[in-house]
T-cell receptor, first 112, second 111 residues
Framework: DVKVTQSSRYLVKRTGEKVFLECVQDMDHENMFWYRQDPGLGLRLIYFSYDVKMKEKGDIPEGYSVSREKKERFSLILESASTNQTSMYLC???????????FGQGTRLTVV | GIQVEQSPPDLILQEGANSTLRCNFSDSVNNLQWFHQNPWGQLINLFYIPSGTKQNGRLSATTVATERYSLLYISSSQTTDSGVYFCAVDRPENYGQNFVFGPGTRLSVLP
């Protein structure tokens, strides 16, 4: 069974904190993605990575950075969390252009 | 950029009824997937269907890539089918892969 695992399902952080969201996949996939989902705005791509140490900005990268040191792990970093980053964060992986994507269970982040 | 539309936005059914959800996209795509988002927020894969027709139990899907639409059929609906259904298309890029999601169809199945 394919598996994408996000480190936390729920997270509460304070404004200004540095926040790490971790995602691990066990399918040896090349591509990994971070999305956020907000009511009325749908799912929006923050960053994606198509190889180790490679990253590309998505539609809304401001306020975020990412790290991919190993193929199976893709981390989303909020350098200084703000209340407008309260959202549902979804990680995904796939094996290249045109192939099927699989999602993790999601992390609901609240910044207070 | 590519636009993805879904209809209807909301759908309420009685248990046992059938339904058809539609996804239109504005440009050619490499891939199209249908997902069901469960109450806990996870996106569950339903179909990977860049073209053609597939069936899985009570669900089936058809994508007509040349006419830029896909349909998801749900037969004999059950309360557990409730949730939001998304289609997502993979827009061609020079590298990697990049999904664009539709706004979703919220389905409520009443007992």
């Amino acid at each position: 069974d394919v598996k994408v695992t996000q480190s936390s399902r729920y997270l509460v952080k304070r404004t200004g904190e540095k926040v790490f969201l971790e995602c691990v996949q066990d399918m040896d996939h090349e591509n990994m993605f971070w999305y956020r989902q907000d009511p009325g705005l749908g799912l929006r791509l923050i960053y994606f990575s198509y190889d180790v140490k490679m990253k590309e900005k998505g539609d809304i990268p401001e306020g975020y950075s990412v790290s991919r040191e190993k193929k199976e792990r893709f981390s989303l970093i909020l350098e200084s969390a703000s209340t407008n980053q309260t959202s549902m964060y979804l990680c995904a992986s796939s094996n290249g252009q045109g192939s099927e994507a699989f999602f993790g269970q999601g992390t609901r982040l609240t910044v207070v | 950029g590519i636009q993805v539309e879904q209809s209807p936005p909301d759908l309420i059914l009685q248990e046992g009824a059938n339904s058809t959800l539609r996804c239109n996209f504005s440009d050619s795509v490499n891939n199209l997937q249908w997902f069901h988002q469960n109450p806990w927020g996870q996106l569950i894969n339903l179909f990977y269907i860049p073209s053609g027709t597939k069936q899985n139990g009570r669900l089936s899907a058809t994508t007509v890539a040349t006419e830029r639409y896909s349909l998801l059929y749900i037969s004999s609906s059950q309360t557990t089918d409730s949730g939001v259904y998304f289609c997502a298309v993979d827009r061609p890029e020079n590298y990697g892969q990049n999904f664009v999601f539709g706004p979703g169809t919220r389905l409520s199945v009443l007992p």
